[in-house]
């Protein structure tokens, strides 16, 4: 048995952190997909390991299958359990902390609500698409802007930071984001492509059941 199972699906940025988490420090993991689009979220069975209703959940079988929500919590815990990518001082913790609730309410918030409408409802030119399109190139810019003369978000070494706000950023065409437009981002992401083990949300997250689901 691995030692971790991630509830997860391919197009589910918040999925990708946590997996990119577990494969960046070498974590022995396997997924279990979730047919989030066929409600697959809503059942009891689901409810009862996120009452949340809520994709990725991440269960630890190194801890008596101790089951995790929110893909922020998961990345605490297994920085915690690798003692990688992990805030060193109090002051790191803090910023650390700052960025990825940025990115849960906003970075994260917008885009994944934009590239819903824009790619999977093809609602991207409406009026609520737009407005959010809006919101999303707000956050995007703040993003920019911090990344301006430095290599990583909250230390001078990659931190879950990172992770959590790079998590739907490879997918720039699903919601129509030029990189060239945001040049310190794009830059950014080029740093996390070169880090040991990186690989892309396709390379890590199933689009059909796992064959132990299967068997």
């Keep these: 048995m691995a030692d971790y199972t991630l509830?997860?699906?391919?197009?589910?940025?918040?999925?990708?952190?946590?997996?990119?988490?577990?494969?960046?420090?070498?974590?022995?993991?396997?997924?279990s997909w979730v047919d989030y689009f066929q409600g697959a979220h809503r059942t009891p069975e689901y409810r009862a390991l996120n009452e949340m209703g809520e994709v990725p959940v991440l269960i630890d079988h190194t801890?008596?299958?101790?089951t995790l929500s929110q893909s922020g919590v998961i990345l605490?815990?297994?920085?915690?359990?690798?003692?990688?990518?992990?805030?060193e001082t109090p002051q790191e913790e803090r910023e650390v902390l700052r960025w990825?609730?940025?990115?849960?309410?906003?970075?994260?918030?917008?885009?994944?609500?934009?590239?819903f409408l824009n790619r999977f409802l093809g609602k991207g030119d409406t009026a609520e698409g737009q407005f959010m399109k809006?919101?999303?190139?707000?956050?995007?810019?703040?993003?920019?802007?911090?990344?301006?003369?430095?290599?990583?978000?909250?230390?001078d070494r990659p931190t879950i930071a990172d992770i959590s706000l790079c998590g739907y950023l490879f997918?720039?065409?699903?919601?129509?984001?030029?990189?060239?437009?945001?040049?310190?981002?794009?830059?950014?992401?080029?740093r996390i492509r070169t880090l040991d083990n990186w690989a892309a949300p396709e390379a890590l997250l199933p689009t059909a059941p796992t064959a132990a689901q299967v068997a």
Excluded at 105 to 112: A, D, E, M, Q, V
Aim: one cysteine or more; proline letters at 5%; glycine letters at 8%.
């Design 7 to 31: 509830h997860c699906f391919l197009e589910s940025g918040n999925s990708y952190k946590p997996a990119l988490m577990l494969t960046l420090a070498g974590c022995n993991w396997q997924p």
């Design 76 to 87: 605490y815990h297994l920085a915690g359990k690798t003692g990688k990518f992990m805030p």
């Design 63 to 66: 801890e008596n299958d101790l």
């Design 134 to 155: 809006g919101r999303m190139i707000s956050a995007l810019k703040t993003l920019n802007h911090h990344m301006s003369g430095r290599d990583w978000v909250a230390a």
């Design 100 to 115: 990825i609730l940025f990115d849960n309410h906003k970075l994260t918030g917008y885009i994944s609500v934009f590239r």
């Design 171 to 190: 997918w720039p065409d699903h919601y129509d984001t030029d990189w060239a437009d945001y040049p310190y981002i794009g830059a950014w992401l080029e």
